[in-house]
């Protein structure tokens, strides 16, 4: 599996990961939820001698959107997100008056994202999931052993659900049946904090850890809801079948 090259760059008041992903041998990179402090990530694009293609956005929070103005002006590359999540893009720079900061309305996005696209980055290929719960169009980008999860999963802990768009319910179901549905060994890049696995999020998020064979899928680690005891139960995400309950009920 090609390796990308992987920089996170912690900015501004909210401490949030902005992150370029670049394909090492072509030395083209994107960059992922630029935030506040828009000269930090082009002076280590030009550090790296790597040339960036696009922005691509988990979700239109003010914090992970307050350098594309900047970044967009400065490369002309083209800004792609989700357009469920388009209200608040255009709603940020209200959003931070109202946190005493001064944010340059952002252009238009170029291209929109939608569940099951694949993006390129060089020889690199990401696929976009729709992760919807913390904001209506939350996606994240997996691909090469990564996922980077904006603010749906963090290391111990779980995106809020209290701003306009988030929904708790929804926000749990994106975790179990779209990111757990991930290989272990996945490595997880949050919008805040540090990386994780998803693995270890399966196994010791308070917020989300299922009991296998109870109330998880074995396979995927999806929630499943289980039969009395005895019954083959198939998963609703993947499909994978085991004996759960009595099928006599």
């Known amino acids: 599996m090609e390796r990308p090259d992987v920089v996170t760059l912690t900015n501004g008041a909210f401490a949030e ?9 072509s030395r083209e990179a994107v960059i992922v939820d630029p935030g506040e402090e828009a000269g930090l990530f082009l002076a280590r694009l030009a550090s790296e001698g790597w040339t960036p293609r696009a922005v691509w956005l988990t979700h239109a929070h003010l914090d992970h959107i307050a350098g594309v103005a900047a ?5 002309g ?10 209200k608040l893009y255009d709603a ?10 001064t944010m340059e309305p952002a252009p238009a996005p ?3 994202l939608a ?10 290929a990401f696929d976009v999931l729709h992760v919807p719960g913390h904001s209506p169009g939350h996606v994240a980008f997996v691909g090469h052993g990564l996922a980077l999860s904006g603010d749906v999963l963090f290391a111990g802990s779980i995106g809020r659900t209290d701003l306009p768009g988030g929904d708790t319910n929804t926000l749990l179901a994106s975790i179990r049946t779209r990111l757990f549905a991930l290989d272990d060994a996945t490595v997880v890049l949050p919008g805040h904090g540090p990386a994780t696995t998803i693995g270890e999020e399966k196994r010791s998020n ?9 109330n998880a899928c074995l396979k995927c680690g999806a929630e499943v809801r289980p039969k ?7 998963c609703p995400n993947c499909g994978f079948v085991y004996p759960l309950g009595d099928c006599s009920d």
């Open 115 to 124: 569940d099951g696209d694949r993006l390129a980055v060089g020889r690199l």
């Open 92 to 101: 940020a720079p209200r959003q931070a008056r109202m946190f005493g900061l």
């Open 206 to 214: 308070p917020f989300v850890r299922l009991q296998p064979g109870v």
């Open 71 to 75: 970044v967009k002006a400065a490369t």
């Open 17 to 25: 990961n902005c992150y370029l992903i670049a394909d090492p041998a």
């Open 110 to 112: 170029d291209r929109p």
């Open 228 to 234: 009395p005891w005895g019954c083959k139960t198939p």
């Open 77 to 86: 590359v083209p800004v792609l997100l989700h357009p469920a999540d388009r």
